[in-house]
C-alpha cells in the first residue's frame, strides 16, 4: 500500500573540505516536477524518524506530493521485478541497501545525474551512476556494559579470540549487517589468506545466531542475553545510550560502512519529480533532516549529531562496501557462515 560493482580495501577516510555553495538544479527540472506533481518513493527507512520529515519538506519547498510505500529492501526489489514484468512500474525513486545489482541486471534501474549527488565524495556515490547515498551505516560490534569489565572490553578483532569471549557473542545470519558483512569485511581487510585463518579462529568461539533485525540483536545485547554483537548499526548503539541504556559500541578498525542507496526506477511515472526529490535528499538542506532524525548524512558538510560515529570525524578505519563489491563476494561470504560457524 502506498501512503499520502570491488574496491576492497580499508582506508582511513578523510574529511573533507566544508562545502559553502549550494548545488545548481536546473530550473527546467523543477519545472517538469512540478507539471509532474508526485513522486513515489519505495523506501526501507523509518517511516516516522525520516520518510515523513523529508516528505514534508520536500512538498512545503516544491508543492509536489511524495507518496511512499516502506518494506524491507529484499521486498522492495521483489516488488520493483513484478511490476516492471506486469509492465505496470509504480514507483520513481527507491532507497535500498542490498539487491541494487539485481535491478540493474534486470533493467528495473536506471542512470541518472543529479548536482548534489555529484557533490558526494566519490565513495558515496556510483561512477556507473545507478546510485548515489543519502546517508550511511557504520556496521561494528556493541557491548553491554553492564555485563563486560573495562578491562575485557575488545579493541581489536584479535581481542575477539580470547577465551573470554567464547560463548558471549552474538550476530545474525544474513545480510551486511550479520555474519556475511563481518566476514566479508575481515577478507577485505586481512586477505583472503589472513582472513580465513583469523575466521577459523573465531569459529571456535561458539558465536550464537539470532535470526532478527540488527536492532533487535541489539536489544538483546541491552537486556543482557549476549555480552556482544558483532554486527550493529552504531548509532543505534549511540541512541539507546544516551537514553540510559548500557551499552556502547565498539571502535575497532576496520568497520564496515555501508552506503545508504537511493535510485531511480527505470520507465517511472514521475521520471522528473523522482530526481529533484534525489537533489532534495542529497542537498544540504536535506542532510540537516537526516542529521536531525539521528541517522549519519552523507555530505561531508554535515556531519553527524554524534561526530566521532563516522571514520571520518571518529579517528577510525572503515571499509565502504558499495553494492559492486557486496554483488561479487556476498555468495561466498554467507557460504563461509554456513561452513565455519553452522
Known amino acids: 500500500m502506498i501512503?499520502?560493482?570491488?574496491?576492497s580495501i580499508a582506508v582511513i577516510l578523510t574529511f573533507a573540505g566544508t562545502q559553502t555553495h549550494a548545488a545548481e538544479i536546473s530550473r527546467d527540472l523543477i519545472a517538469k516536477a512540478k507539471q509532474e506533481g508526485e513522486v513515489v518513493y519505495y523506501t526501507d527507512l523509518i517511516v516516522d524518524q525520516i520518510v515523513r520529515p523529508l516528505a514534508g519538506a520536500f512538498e512545503t519547498k516544491y508543492g509536489i506530493k511524495v507518496s511512499y510505500a516502506r518494506?524491507?529492501?529484499?521486498?522492495?526489489?521483489?516488488?520493483?521485478?513484478n511490476e516492471q514484468k506486469a509492465?505496470?512500474?509504480m514507483s520513481d525513486i527507491f532507497g535500498l541497501n542490498t539487491g541494487l545489482e539485481v535491478l540493474i541486471?534486470?533493467?528495473a534501474a536506471r542512470q541518472f545525474t543529479t548536482a548534489n549527488g555529484e557533490e558526494l565524495p566519490p565513495r558515496y556515490r556510483d561512477p556507473d551512476h545507478y546510485w548515489v547515498s543519502s546517508h550511511l551505516f557504520v556496521i561494528t560490534p556493541a557491548l553491554n556494559t553492564d555485563v563486560v569489565p573495562p578491562a575485557r572490553r575488545p579493541h581489536t578483532y584479535d581481542d575477539l579470540l580470547a577465551p573470554y569471549w567464547q560463548d558471549k557473542m552474538v550476530w545474525k545470519p544474513n545480510d551486511l549487517t550479520g555474519a556475511p558483512g563481518f566476514i566479508g569485511n575481515v577478507l577485505i581487510a586481512m586477505g583472503e589468506t589472513h582472513g580465513?585463518?583469523?575466521?577459523?579462529?573465531?569459529?571456535?568461539q561458539n558465536i550464537k545466531s539470532v535470526s532478527a533485525s540488527?536492532?533487535?540483536v541489539l536489544d538483546q545485547v541491552i537486556a543482557g542475553?549476549?555480552?556482544?554483537?558483532?554486527q550493529i548499526l552504531n548509532h543505534h548503539a549511540a541512541i539507546s545510550a544516551a537514553k540510559g541504556a548500557p551499552v556502547d559500541w565498539v571502535r575497532m578498525s576496520p568497520v564496515t560502512v555501508a552506503p545508504g542507496l537511493v535510485?531511480?526506477?527505470a520507465g517511472s511515472p514521475h521520471p522528473n519529480a523522482g530526481q529533484l526529490f534525489i537533489e532534495f535528499m542529497t542537498s544540504k538542506e536535506g542532510q540537516l533532516i537526516f542529521q536531525a532524525a539521528d541517522y549519519l548524512p552523507a555530505r561531508p558538510d554535515v556531519p553527524p549529531r554524534i561526530a566521532d560515529l563516522i571514520p571520518e570525524t571518529g579517528g577510525f578505519t572503515g571499509d565502504v562496501i558499495t553494492p559492486a563489491i557486496t554483488a561479487k563476494g556476498y555468495e561466498h561470504w554467507s557460504e563461509l557462515y554456513k561452513q565455519l560457524f553452522r
Open 263 to 265: 535510485g531511480m526506477t
Open 87 to 89: 509492465g505496470r512500474v
Open 105 to 107: 541486471a534486470s533493467g
Open 196 to 204: 580465513m585463518d583469523y575466521l577459523r579462529k573465531l569459529a571456535k
Open 3 to 7: 501512503a499520502p560493482r570491488i574496491l
Open 71 to 81: 518494506a524491507d529492501s529484499q521486498v522492495n526489489v521483489l516488488k520493483m521485478l
Open 214 to 216: 540488527a536492532r533487535a
Open 225 to 230: 542475553e549476549y555480552a556482544l554483537s558483532l
